[in-house]
């Protein structure tokens, strides 16, 4: 005798159908096949217990149960209640017919309870791309579940529930959440306010054309100059999540385990702010088992570095290749995973080890040789892909007595909603592009047909081509920071001031720190 049921096995973000065959002959055997993991293995047990505590018998038969397709690894406790429903299903105590259409994930406790696992939006998804017309899935993972539309979602609490469930004995509610309504209601500003912000104008205003635009933008200045409290409130000032962004951010938060729980979809951009401690794999993504790094949790958010030359060489050369193609390759010996990493990447520093090169109030104790090797722990390609340098000076005592609170951030958001919407418009113009949506973005194609210059200004970028030193890759973020400059102005052309404002955040490339 042969049963099928349907389990899913996550791979990336996304999730691929396993078809769950159960074999049945005269015999004491119970074989596991298909590249089961360890935690796979262990099911065993786990069922062995659940099925007993709640009045099943092992069946005296030899189970022959394989896990299709037979050379992708499965991994994870998700594929207990599959497992235990094709047992049930094998020995009659659930009709065949029931198990028809519908895919079952789950991790079972020792007593048949359910527990939630990693990764069911994507599980949701395969489901639907699949044909298959229902889930049963642990109840905790149920709201998640339900964002996919055209799929039934059961959320059951225990074995027991879904075998009478799939006997006709009793009913379980079906789980349904109004999506759009989800995620009208979670679209709030957030609660740090650049009103609280005294001073920084150049600062305040170098954020908002990286908002505006979606430009990497690196902070300099001495410690407690506010460097940390401008980069927590960029994402109060940046466009509001939209409908496909906010279901990707989900699928990879869902994927990682950090999905809140009794929460849908993650209807705020991710700001996620690493320790310089954090190894390489941690941040851009892998493991053993990969899952992803922090460049991927920070997808349509803000990937936040404070004390920049304090993180490993290495995991900052990584990084290099996901910050322009905005996504990470995990390659393993059998297969491999794609994560997603388009953030906007804000770092900050102090310009020498004792932090007051250039500090009007504070002597620096640091020699050149330390200031230098302390600035060279950046290499120059990270640096070429960060478009907005900015120094950051001490706040005087007459702006931070002011009472008066500064420019909220739905006022700068507005602005920055407005640019971004002129940048939509101009690409969804061009047939060929399918991704880029903000001006960082553009391909060399479209900074050729939307970066037009006239003569002076032209002749201007020539000039500070040759004067600094400035590199191809410069050019091409220099034109690119112009061109928001301008859409926030809401004009058609970049003009020469600009362009000169988009050169002057070039600051390291001139090599100008403390001045």
């Known amino acids: 005798m042969l049963i099928k049921g349907y389990g899913a096995a996550p791979q990336g973000i996304d999730a691929v159908i396993v078809t769950i065959e159960v074999h049945a002959v005269p015999g004491f055997e119970f074989t596991l096949v298909g590249l089961p993991d360890n935690a796979v293995r262990e099911s065993r047990d786990r069922i062995r217990a659940a099925l007993q505590v709640n009045g099943y018998d092992i069946p005296h038969k030899q189970l022959t149960i394989n896990m299709a397709p037979a050379d992708l690894k499965k991994e994870g406790a ?67 579940a339900a964002v996919v539309e055209g799929l039934d979602v059961y959320g059951a609490e225990n074995l027991m529930d879904v075998v009478h469930f799939l006997n006709g004995i009793q009913t379980i509610e079906k789980t349904t959440v109004d999506i759009q309504q989800e995620f009208e209601k979670g679209q709030t500003i957030c609660d740090a306010d650049f009103s609280d912000v005294r001073g920084q104008e150049n600062v305040r205003r170098a954020m908002e054309i990286a908002a505006a635009g979606g430009h990497n933008i690196l902070m300099i200045g001495p410690p407690g100059t506010g460097k940390s409290m401008l980069a927590k409130r960029l994402p109060s000032i940046l466009p509001p999540l939209s409908l496909k962004e906010a279901l990707e951010t989900t699928k990879i938060h869902s994927v990682a385990g950090l999905l809140p729980k009794n929460r849908s979809i993650l209807t705020q951009r991710p700001f996620r702010a690493p320790h310089h401690t954090i190894t390489d794999v941690a941040l851009v993504g892998g493991g053993t088992n990969p899952r992803p790094g922090e460049i991927s949790l920070a997808n349509n958010g803000v990937l936040f570095l404070d004390e920049l030359p304090e993180y490993k060489r290495s995991a900052l050369e990584v990084m290099r290749q996901p910050l322009e193609d905005h996504k990470i390759i995990v390659s393993r010996s059998r297969f491999s995973v794609e994560y997603p990493a388009t953030f906007m990447l804000v770092a900050a520093m102090n310009p020498c080890p004792c932090g007051h090169y250039g500090d009007p109030n504070t002597i620096c104790t640091c020699t050149p040789s330390q200031v230098h090797r302390y600035k060279d722990k950046i290499s120059g390609p990270l640096l070429d892909r960060i478009d907005i340098t900015v120094p950051v000076q001490a706040v005087p005592y007459s702006e931070l007595s002011k009472m008066e609170p500064g420019e909220p951030s739905k006022d700068i958001r507005a602005r920055v909603v407005r640019a971004r919407e002129i940048q939509i418009e101009r690409f969804k113009a061009d047939e060929s592009n399918t991704t880029v949506y903000c001006n960082a973005q553009m391909t060399p194609k479209m900074l050729r047909k939307y970066c037009v210059l006239d003569a002076m200004s032209d002749q201007l970028l020539e000039q500070a081509m040759a004067q600094f030193g400035l590199s191809a890759r410069a050019y091409d973020r220099i034109l690119k920071v112009a061109r928001t400059i301008a859409d926030l102005e809401g004009m058609e052309t970049i003009q020469v001031a600009h362009l000169m404002e988009a050169i002057s955040y070039r600051s390291l490339d001139r090599d100008s720190w403390g001045e």
Do not use: W
């Open 78 to 144: 998700g594929y207990d209640l599959p497992l235990a429903i094709g047992m049930l299903a094998i020995c009659e105590h659930i009709p065949t017919h029931a198990l028809e259409g519908r895919m079952f994930v789950g991790e079972l406790s020792l007593d048949g309870t359910l527990q939630p696992i990693h990764g069911m939006l994507p599980i949701a998804l395969c489901a639907k791309e699949q044909g298959l017309k229902e889930i049963i899935v642990p109840k905790d993972n149920a709201l998640e």
